[in-house]
């Protein structure tokens, strides 16, 4: 731990960031971005139901919104922040600088990565007095929330970490830009899609015959994808219908831990394994 | 200090280096020449551990740089023919950050880099970007930043490039004082004469070969053969020409078109060479000079990679 506190990248990275006057435009329009979406849906509901006051249950589902739309947006500039983070040092030819130096690979690594993640942690920071509004309105429980911003960040951790892996193994940045948000793009679109059929598909096989059999691929599909567990966070009935479905009691927020944490690890160990060439003989 | 054994560098099928031997004791300043495409890079890319060698090993201070390169990058100072600058980053805090990623504490940084920019001329522009600096100033910057955790062992890879005669100067200045440090140096370039007046030892690679390594001198003399000397003097001509003509390692003999001197090439050692001097002035030959002709160290350059083909 001692490395993170005292890590030239890391406060190098820090220190760029925020001079550079794109990080602020960054966070203008992310903050932006959600105050149009939840002054919009108040403003919305209200003329929908004619009252000018704002029921709890209704908060609760500005809160959802609020979560979904954050995570969206999370998903989005994590690969943009991460997928550069090896590459674009090696196209701007400062790597090679960087690899003689006496730093361990996982300090350089974990630098990068930590950088980025700070940088959203600041957004996702920057965003809570929106929130705030949603307590006002009372209906959310501190742990409902707890909860939402624990996976959050447990999710951009392993997108990040997965960003800075393909960006340490691919020479070009754009390549490696393409790679990570192909992933992210897999694992929170795809797998939801590939689940739906696979429901369809047991559901079909088992119409008349009245017994349900488990579906452990649709399981682990619904365990990986950020947008079922969200939905199963902030409905009961929708994390209870998925094990109805699946017919697996698993509950599968621990699934996701477990898929998102080892995905974490993989892709830190995989950088830090070939960032820098092995002098070792090759046989 | 450093000891380079069979290195051998292979590109797919291309040899880029080819079982390269090289010993150099501490506090030498080694010149690496070679024309383009000739390994210069590629040897100092193994020696900062960037590159895997495909065989032969390299000792850098007693340290195997496959076994354990972590060490050695705490020895060495690298500057790469190539290398890009953050932007955003201020001179000093370019320092700051390498001296950081060397683990220097945070109080000694702010002591050295004041005299590190001192040492490369570049105290005025402390406080200047340093993607804004001009190409000799990035480059000095690269150096002081390869100093920054006084390594023992420099390895530069054409440092003189991109600089200007006056730069080009003051770089040589400044390895001077480095090697008064005593830190063990290396430079490529493709300039020799330019290596010849800093250099201790040169080596001369070709085609991933190490044609030849040795002193200035040594290199010049291995290389050229033979040298040519000039006599000039006052009366005697004939006579000078016959005791010349008696020296076994004496040919060509010409006279020259002044008719007040002759000019002939040499073969012998040094040595050989003193002896010949000695004998001319007790027989009595009324020599005014007596000079070796320094061929122009371009020329050497050009003879040795051109017959190693
Ligand atoms: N990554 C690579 N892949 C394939 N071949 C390479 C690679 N790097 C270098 N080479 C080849 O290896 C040879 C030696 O290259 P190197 O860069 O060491 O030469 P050099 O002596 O530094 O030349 P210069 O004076 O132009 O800098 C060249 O023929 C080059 O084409
Ligand atoms: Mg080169």
Known sequence: ?283 | MIEIKGLTKKYGQFKALDNLNLTLSEGTVFGFVGANGAGKSTTFLILATLLQPTAGDVFIDGVNIRKNPQAVRKMIGYMPDFFGVYDQLKADEYLDFYGASYGIPEAERQKLIPQLLELVNLSHKRHAYVDLLSRGMKQRLCLARSLIHDPKVLILDEPASGLDPRARVEMRDILRTLKKMGKTILISSHILPELAEMCDEIGVIDNGRLIAHGSVAEIQDKLRGERVITVRLAGQLDNTIAFFEEDPYVTNIEQLDANDGISFSYKGTEEDQVILLKRAIMNNIPILSFMEHVTNLEDVFMEITKGAD
């Not at chain 1, 209200?46 to 947006?73: C, D, K």
């Not at chain 1, 989005?76 to 690899?99: C, V």
């Not at chain 1, 017994?211 to 994808?225: C, F, K, M, V």
């Open chain 1, 1 to 283: 731990m001692k490395m993170n506190f005292n890590n030239p990248v890391l406060f190098k990275e820090l220190k760029l960031r925020f001079r550079s006057p794109k990080s602020f435009i960054g966070i203008l329009f992310y903050l932006i971005a959600m105050c149009i979406f939840v002054f919009g849906f108040i403003y919305a509901t209200m003329t929908v139901s004619g009252t000018s006051y704002f029921r709890p249950s209704e908060s609760f589902i500005l809160f959802g919104l609020l979560a979904f739309i954050q995570l969206g947006l999370v998903l989005f500039i994590t690969p943009g922040l991460t997928a550069g983070a090896i590459s674009s040092e090696r196209e701007k030819q400062t790597l090679s600088i960087l690899l003689t130096t006496s730093q361990s690979s996982f300090q350089i690594i974990s630098g990068k990565l930590s950088s980025s993640i700070a940088f959203l942690l600041l957004l996702i920071v920057a965003g809570l007095p929106v929130y705030s509004l949603v307590f006002l309105f009372g209906g959310i429980s501190p742990l409902d929330f707890v909860k939402v911003f624990l996976f959050l960040f447990v999710t951009l951790l392993a997108i990040g970490s997965v960003g800075v892996m393909f960006s340490t193994l691919i020479r070009r940045t754009i390549v490696s830009m393409i790679a990570t948000y192909g992933t992210m793009l897999f694992l929170s679109v795809v797998t939801g899609f590939i689940f739906l059929i696979v429901l369809q598909m047991t559901a079909f096989n088992h119409t008349g015959t009245g017994a349900p059999t488990t579906s452990y691929l649709g399981h682990i599909l619904a365990s990986i994808n950020p947008a079922i567990l969200f939905a199963s966070f902030l409905s009961q009935g929708m994390g209870d219908s998925i094990s109805e479905m699946t017919q697996v009691k698993f509950p599968i927020w621990i699934g996701y831990l477990i898929f998102y944490l080892s995905l974490t690890v993989i892709s830190l160990l995989i950088s830090v394994k070939k960032l820098r060439v092995n002098m070792k003989r090759s046989k």
